[in-house]
């Protein structure tokens, strides 16, 4: 049985990774789920002297190191997730 990655966007890894960052990578479950934070996420966090100071712990080696590869994504994959975005965005986005 493959793996199932559910992504954990920016906003709730910062709020919750205090308490979910042993769970990144570890399979949970029959289905074998597995928790992942988005590619962006550092680059965000780099970009944000206000998550960088409401979020400091971020940079410790136990939570980037636990973040370190956690969704590896090929090239046929994020084709894929690409067009599911933009399905999506067509779909359910309201632009004003």
């Known amino acids: 049985m493959t793996d199932v990655w559910v ?3 920016s906003n709730a890894y910062f ?7 042993p ?3 570890t399979k949970i479950g029959k289905s074998n789920y597995r928790l992942g934070v988005i590619e ?4 965000e966090y780099k970009q944000s002297s206000r998550l960088q ?3 400091y712990w971020v940079t410790q080696p ?3 190191e636990n973040r370190a590869d956690c969704f590896d994504v ?3 994959q994020k ?3 690409n067009h599911a975005f933009y399905f999506l965005r067509g779909r359910y986005a309201k632009f004003s």
Do not use: G
Request: charged share 30%.
């Open 74 to 76: 090929n090239r046929d």
């Open 23 to 25: 769970l990144l990578k």
């Open 79 to 81: 084709t894929a997730i």
């Open 62 to 64: 136990k939570y980037s």
């Open 53 to 55: 100071n409401k979020f």
């Open 15 to 21: 709020r919750l990774a205090q308490s979910l960052h």
């Open 40 to 43: 962006a996420l550092d680059r």
């Open 7 to 9: 992504l954990v966007d």
